[in-house]
């Protein structure tokens, strides 16, 4: 059955009337020092959490009262402003803790509204913290948008103490991302300093249990992991200096399969006399004709210089 707006509208009107909020409620909810009269239907409606304990035989059924932990009693009124006001409460400040709470409420409209809050507002300065709130809340919308970020930031990114802390996989989409403008050069030692990191010395928060769990599965594959990393990447590209200092490192040179991957590397730039600057050609027709991905060539944003990055 179609909703008609102008009687959505009028049902609305009728739930935000202040003074009817009080009336009828039958079920409280303690949060700090702080209760809050509520109706189980309302909660019930909007809340997945709150749904399977109304249904459950739980003593908080009998009781008409729950106590939740982890979230603050402002929030979550504010929490409460939205599903019974439909108050548009988020602000910069805010919102980060709404988006806790609607997750662990599983109040999926105000999830999906903090998302789209969120996601235009990731700059260089907050990438970080809404990167690692992302994974925690399983948001793959603002993880999205942080990626997008920390590929068109990448220096900047490589700089700071988070970089070698990134998830695998995430660090292979940076390395694929159109917005990533660096050459092999630079992509290449910041890809061996990431494998060289040593994860067992980082200490496992116990409030973070998919994070430790990461860890663990990282924990000495690191090494394993140059070949689908290189992969994103021009290597044929590398300068020869690079390509030196990676074959060189002692540190690389303990591990057997960064070795493999290293040496398929060094094959592969064997094959070409390209230098920087130069475009690429390839042999057709009996002759040698201009790459056609030279065309779509970037601009390194480090060293200047022009690049072709991988296609
Ligand atoms: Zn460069």
């Given at each position: 059955?179609?909703?008609?707006?102008?009687?959505?509208?009028?049902?609305?009107?009728?739930?935000?009337?202040?003074?009817?909020?009080?009336?009828?409620?039958?079920?409280?909810?303690?949060?700090?020092?702080?209760?809050?009269?509520?109706?189980?239907?309302?909660?019930?409606?909007?809340?997945?959490?709150?749904?399977?304990?109304?249904?459950?035989?739980?003593?908080?059924?009998?009781?008409?009262?729950?106590?939740?932990?982890?979230?603050?009693?402002d929030t979550?009124?504010l929490?409460?402003?939205?599903?019974?006001?439909?108050a548009d409460v988020l602000t910069k400040e805010n919102v980060i803790d709404v988006?806790?709470?609607?997750?662990?409420?599983?109040?999926?409209?105000?999830?999906?509204?903090t998302?789209?809050f969120l996601?235009?507002c990731?700059?260089?300065?907050?990438?970080?913290?809404?990167?690692?709130?992302?994974?925690?809340?399983?948001?793959?919308?603002?993880?999205?948008?942080?990626?997008?970020?920390?590929?068109?930031?990448?220096?900047?990114?490589?700089?700071?103490?988070?970089?070698?802390?990134?998830?695998?996989?995430?660090?292979?989409?940076?390395?694929?991302?159109?917005?990533?403008?660096?050459?092999?050069?630079?992509?290449?030692?910041?890809?061996?300093?990431?494998?060289?990191?040593?994860?067992?010395?980082?200490?496992?928060?116990?409030?973070?249990?998919?994070?430790?769990?990461?860890?663990?599965?990282?924990?000495?594959?690191?090494?394993?992991?140059?070949?689908?990393?290189?992969?994103?990447?021009?290597?044929?590209?590398?300068?020869?200096?690079?390509?030196?200092?990676?074959?060189?490192?002692?540190?690389?040179?303990?591990?057997?399969?960064?070795?493999?991957?290293?040496?398929?590397?060094?094959?592969?730039?064997?094959?070409?006399?390209?230098?920087?600057?130069?475009?690429?050609?390839?042999?057709?027709?009996?002759?040698?004709?201009?790459?056609?991905?030279?065309?779509?060539?970037?601009?390194?944003?480090?060293?200047?210089?022009?690049?072709?990055?991988?296609?």
């Amino acid at each position: 059955m179609a909703v008609n707006p102008t009687l959505a509208l009028g049902i609305a009107t009728c739930f935000l009337k202040d003074e009817n909020r009080e009336n009828f409620s039958d079920f409280t909810v303690c949060v700090g020092d702080r209760t809050f009269q509520c109706h189980r239907y309302l909660l019930s409606a909007c809340s997945g959490f709150f749904q399977a304990l109304l249904r459950s035989d739980m003593k908080e059924r009998t009781e008409n009262e729950v106590t939740l932990k982890d979230v603050s009693p402002d929030t979550f009124q504010l929490v409460l402003d939205v599903i019974y006001k439909a108050a548009d409460v988020l602000t910069k400040e805010n919102v980060i803790d709404v988006w806790h709470a609607a997750c662990m409420l599983q109040i999926d409209f105000l999830t999906n509204y903090t998302e789209s809050f969120l996601t235009p507002c990731v700059t260089v300065d907050n990438y970080w913290d809404f990167y690692t709130n992302a994974i925690l809340l399983n948001s793959s919308i603002v993880k999205k948008s942080c990626l997008d970020t920390m590929a068109t930031s990448f220096i900047d990114l490589t700089g700071t103490e988070h970089f070698v802390d990134i998830y695998f996989d995430d660090l292979y989409e940076i390395l694929k991302h159109n917005n990533l403008c660096v050459c092999p050069d630079f992509v290449v030692p910041a890809i061996a300093r990431w494998v060289k990191h040593d994860t067992t010395n980082k200490e496992a928060d116990p409030g973070t249990e998919k994070e430790t769990q990461v860890i663990e599965e990282e924990e000495n594959n690191r090494y394993d992991c140059f070949e689908k990393l290189f992969s994103a990447v021009n290597m044929k590209q590398l300068s020869k200096q690079e390509l030196i200092n990676l074959m060189t490192d002692p540190k690389l040179a303990e591990h057997k399969n960064a070795v493999i991957h290293i040496n398929n590397v060094a094959a592969q730039r064997l094959d070409t006399t390209w230098q920087f600057g130069e475009p690429t050609y390839i042999y057709q027709n009996g002759r040698n004709t201009l790459n056609p991905v030279f065309n779509s060539q970037k601009l390194c944003q480090h060293c200047n210089r022009k690049y072709t990055p991988n296609m």
